[in-house]
């Protein structure tokens, strides 16, 4: 199929790395000189998942496939480094976000009735963590963390929404040894209506490391709810200071920045309306598109500009 079709297409956008579509398609776009755009999605880095496949996968493939691109799109600053790493030619790299489709959203939910489900008081603090329970996303740092904030507020919540990945044993066995049994919530896999639930009755929405560009970042602002992060995941400069902060990836760091914004309505309420507002400007679906839509013409000019002058015909790469 992809030898079919590539040909008849202007541009070749690649949503993915390290598959067996990316390696077909990218080879038979540069056959028949299409130029293609990959976009990881925050897939780059190797110390995750099968790192034992994706060494292989780098070795035999990695290069040719990242280099022959006409374009790659970047989730942020960290990702763009991270092609610059691999060669890639600055005038290539196009940082693009992620964006949220707002018709995914017609109502929010009112604020209440995650707390009333899960049995928490109008009045309680929320500390919202919503995504895989999983070690490497800093969940044990975060329950640390949370202890710290128990202590300074009596009515403090740490809700940890998300799917068990094989550790909430270990992570619940660490809650146990900190005396916070009645203070952290285990909800498992919520989506919809529900996530949405959790991100409006959540004072604080909390990700110690993430990579990429997480789409519960977008959601947490859509629902006005402040943001604490670290620097531990790929920078994500517009959190700080406008929709929460972007601290150290440390217990004291993160206990310091939730305690600031549970302690200050002001504060909460101010980062809250400005997430809400960068969202829908910055981050909307329209917006991403159309910077998309630029890269599109970007690319197919500079395939005309270089197409064979006596047929109008663009040449296969190497040719």
């Not at 964006?99 to 017609?106: H, L, M, N, Q």
């Amino acid at each position: 199929v992809a030898r079919r079709e590539v040909a008849q297409f202007d541009v070749v956008h690649i949503h993915d790395h390290r598959t067996l579509l990316t390696v077909i398609a990218s080879h038979y776009a540069r056959k028949y000189g299409v130029p293609y755009v990959l976009q990881a999605h925050g897939a780059l880095p190797q110390d995750t998942g099968s790192m034992r496949m994706k060494r292989l996968f780098d070795l035999l493939w990695e290069k040719k496939v990242i280099l022959g691109a006409a374009g790659v799109i970047a989730l942020n600053e960290t990702e763009a480094e991270r092609y610059r790493a691999l060669g890639v030619d600055e005038e290539k790299i196009a940082i693009i976000p992620n964006g949220i489709d707002f018709t995914e959203y017609p109502d929010l939910p009112a604020r209440g009735g995650f707390r009333m489900k899960w049995g928490i008081d109008d009045t309680a603090k929320v500390v919202l963590y919503l995504g895989r329970l999983d070690p490497t996303k800093g969940i044990d740092l975060l329950i640390r963390s949370f202890a710290e904030v128990a202590r300074e507020f009596d009515d403090a919540v740490l809700m940890l929404v998300g799917g068990d990945m094989g550790h909430n044993e270990e992570f619940r066995e660490r809650v146990r040894s900190l005396n916070l049994d009645d203070r952290v919530i285990f909800t498992g896999f919520v989506s919809g209506e529900d996530k949405m639930a959790a991100f409006t009755d959540a004072d604080v929405f909390v990700t110690p490391s993430f990579t990429g560009f997480p789409i519960t970042f977008l959601e947490a602002c859509l629902c006005k709810t402040p943001i604490v992060t670290t620097d531990r995941g790929d920078l994500l400069a517009w959190i700080e200071g406008t929709a929460g902060f972007n601290t150290e990836y440390t217990q004291e760091a993160i206990a310091g920045a939730i305690e600031r914004l549970l302690i200050d309505d002001a504060l909460r309420a101010r980062f809250g309306g400005q997430a809400e507002e960068l969202v829908r400007t910055r981050y909307s679906w329209q917006a991403i598109v159309r910077e998309i839509e630029a890269l599109y013409t970007d690319l197919t000019g500079k395939v005309r500009g270089a197409a064979d002058p006596g047929t109008g015909e663009r040449s296969p790469a190497g040719a």
